[in-house]
């Protein structure tokens, strides 16, 4: 239960094709992320997913139906959104019965899901207290309670963690990861921050303008990215490109180096620049260098132990071995 098929779905707003006809297929039990810039297309995705857009042609198909026309109610998925959509004046309690009260569940089956899900995601003390008087990370558990209790072949997640601060995002975070784990159901999971791609999905999908990049698990992207924009998005800090004479030479028109691929020594390397900002995070330091021929400024992961200052001139060696070659279409050259 929970495979997805997308077979030439498209989209368009008037005569705006915001999503050109692509396939794609969703395993059962995979944790999936769509992830790109704003605008690209991704929250729209799975809103045709959970049909609350139409499609403008193509197919899906849910455990191999076709869900194209169904309505939402009928398509066996539960969606967690940015926004809680709380009711605030019920209890956390009746905040997760209300799909099953809809659903005229019966009592005894109800009361069994809500402790179920209160387990599942550290809520059994706080069931009798209201949104209000929770945290915001308790208040998107109490949701996502809320759409474990309907027991769907998949969830869908449309930027649930882009409403807390830094440290609650990282903690939910791993908490939907680790509710993954125990319910093993298809998750697919919108995203702007490829951080939160890397760390959590089976398989990323990377869009921009509607249109699919690339498919693969993070390695894979991280590793072999099919093209600039691709290598370009995956992985922060972002690669650095260099282009001219030092990539013409190389055989491609433009080369791809990681910052951790990269040495730096005051006496002697490959390239040579002036140290900007160093951005110390205690176990690593990140540096800006300017003036390194096609790239300008080149990011350098190093030891935090690292001593540069501001205005040093210092060399750069990218190790060879790591370098990416990108032709004149920005296609990866194998």
Same mark, same amino acid.
Request: hydrophobic share 40%; glycine share 10%; net charge neutral.
């Given at each position: ?23 794609? %297929?969703? %395993? ?27 499609? *403008? ?9 076709? &869900? ?16 809680? $959509? ?14 099953? =009260?809809? /659903?005229?569940?019966?009592? /005894? ?7 179920? &899900?209160?387990? /599942? ?7 009798? =207290?209201? @949104? ?13 309670? =809320? ?11 449309? %930027? @649930?963690? #882009? ?33 939160? $791609? ?24 991280? =590793? ?11 992985? #922060? ?21 990681? @910052? ?32 390194? @021929? ?7 992961? &190093? *030891? ?8 040093? *001139? ?21």
């Amino acid at each position: 239960m929970g495979r997805i098929q997308l077979k030439q779905v498209k989209k368009s707003f008037g005569d705006v094709e915001v999503i050109p006809p692509l396939d794609l %297929e969703i %395993e059962d039990g995979e944790f999936v992320v769509f992830v790109g810039p704003s605008g690209c297309g991704k929250s729209t995705l799975l809103r045709l997913i959970a049909g609350l857009e139409d499609t *403008s042609g193509g197919n899906i198909e849910i455990d191999g139906k076709d &869900a194209t026309a169904l309505p939402p109610a009928k398509r066996g998925l539960a969606m967690v959104f940015q926004s809680y $959509a709380l009711y605030p004046h019920m209890s956390v309690r009746k905040n997760i019965a209300f799909p099953m =009260r809809m /659903a005229k569940m019966p009592e /005894a089956e109800q009361k069994k899901r809500i402790e179920a &899900a209160a387990k /599942a995601l550290n809520l059994t003390d706080y069931l009798d =207290r209201r @949104p209000g008087q929770l945290s915001g990370g308790q208040r998107q558990r109490v949701a996502i309670g =809320r759409a474990i209790v309907r027991e769907p072949d998949a969830f869908l997640f449309d %930027e @649930p963690l #882009s409403n807390l601060d830094a440290a609650l995002r990282v903690g939910m975070r791993m908490e939907i990861s680790e509710l993954h784990k125990k319910l093993q159901t298809t998750m697919v999971y919108v995203t702007h921050d490829q951080v939160e $791609a890397m760390t959590m999905a089976d398989k990323i999908v990377v869009l921009q303008a509607g249109v699919i990049e690339q498919v693969g698990s993070p390695l894979e992207l991280y =590793r072999a990215p099919k093209n600039l924009f691709v290598a370009g998005f995956i992985g #922060s800090p972002k690669m650095n490109f260099v282009t001219g004479e030092e990539a013409s030479k190389r055989g491609a028109q433009t080369i791809g180096i990681r @910052p951790e691929h990269i040495r730096v020594s005051e006496t002697e390397g490959a390239w040579q620049g002036t140290v900007g900002v160093a951005e110390h995070l205690g176990s690593d330091t990140f540096i800006h260098i300017h003036g390194v @021929p096609g790239c300008d400024p080149m990011t350098v992961r &190093a *030891s935090g132990e690292v001593s540069v200052r501001h205005g040093d *001139s210092v060399f750069v060696t990218p190790d060879e071995a790591q370098i990416h070659k990108f032709d004149t279409q920005g296609l990866r050259i194998a």
